[in-house]
């Protein structure tokens, strides 16, 4: 199975990544975490992205708040799916990350989830490599069917409260 890089722009990004990080680990999915500053450190996130898929990368996933250029930085030197998760920040709650995040230019797409959105970043990475993962596939069949149960149970439970 091909793994997924997830690269935070700043170790205080950790909080929030460690949901995509969990999930991950759910469905089993190998994966490698690093601190990479697209501003601070852009020569090692243009080797980490190129040589990505060549090191066993199906997807990476980038973490970032403010600017928020980590995705697509990673994006132009890499062939690979890129996910944005925008970091929500002391600067307008989130929203600037995102929309540097969804304003990419024409050729370097990042699929962008909500504002610390980092389980459904690992969900959807899953999902991307289930296209050719038969067995991760029935993993994502069984997450799903487990939220439906989930939900069911809870109307149940409140059926029952309202019924009182």
Do not use: W
Request: glycine content about 6%.
């Amino acid at each position: 199975m091909k793994k997924v890089a997830v690269i935070m722009g700043s170790d205080s990004d950790l909080p929030v990544v460690k949901k995509c990080i969990d999930q991950l680990k759910a469905f089993d999915i190998p994966y490698e975490a690093h601190v990479i500053s697209a501003h601070r450190t852009p020569a090692q996130a243009e080797k980490f992205a190129s040589s990505a898929a060549a090191n066993g990368f199906g997807v990476i996933i980038a973490a970032a708040g403010k600017a928020a250029h980590l995705g697509g930085v990673l994006a132009a030197y890499t062939p690979l799916p890129v996910i944005g998760i925008p970091i929500k920040s002391s600067t307008m709650d989130g929203l600037d990350s995102l929309l540097s995040m969804v304003q990419m230019p024409s050729g370097i797409p990042v699929a962008t989830v909500a504002i610390d959105g980092a389980q459904n970043a690992a969900i959807l990475a899953a999902q991307m490599l289930a296209l050719s993962d038969d067995a991760l596939a029935e993993k994502l069949v069984a997450f799903k069917a487990d939220m439906e149960a989930g939900v069911l149970k809870k109307d149940a439970a409140l059926q029952e409260t309202l019924a009182q």
